[in-house]
């Protein structure tokens, strides 16, 4: 498959990729469920799996614990790097994600200290009782700002 937004969502990876060269990232250009896929295991400097996207060859997706976020269309220069910087964010450890639990599940997820205004939220709140922070305080350096 080669589309504009195909290439588009393949140099977003690889300079994620390229940012943070001590996590391991399995890039997946023949995903059976989405366009493009790209996983980042649970690992020392990240307690939680991070799952990015290209859905409809025009959403790109972040999917990390109980949060579900997408920004479309990914053609929008200003998207992407908003797509970018909440993933850099969150595997740098300068953004979290706040869950809601109800015993031992998973109600609802937040994306706190994130700027939002260019994407969706795909989870919604069921009756949250108790939070949970799912922030990663990684040993190497974050990129800079």
């Known amino acids: 498959m080669s589309t504009v ?5 393949i140099s977003t990876f690889e300079r994620i990729r390229a940012a943070f060269p001590a996590l391991t990232m399995k890039l997946d250009l ?18 939680f799996h991070v799952h990015l996207n290209l859905q409809n060859l025009n959403e790109l997706h972040l999917s990390a614990s109980a949060l579900w976020v997408e920004w479309f269309p990914c053609t929008d220069p200003k998207k992407v790097e908003n797509y970018f910087d909440a993933v850099s964010g969150l595997l740098s450890g300068q953004f979290r994600i706040l869950e809601y639990w109800r015993g031992s599940e998973s109600k609802t997820a937040t994306a706190e200290r994130w700027r939002m205004e260019d994407c969706r939220y795909l989870h919604a709140a069921i009756n949250p009782v ?16």
């Open 30 to 47: 023949h995903h059976k469920q989405v366009d493009l896929a790209m996983d980042i295991p649970a690992q020392p400097g990240l307690t």
């Open 5 to 9: 937004e195909f290439g588009i969502a």
């Open 130 to 145: 108790a939070a949970q922070e799912s922030q990663d305080r990684p040993q190497w350096a974050a990129i800079a700002n």
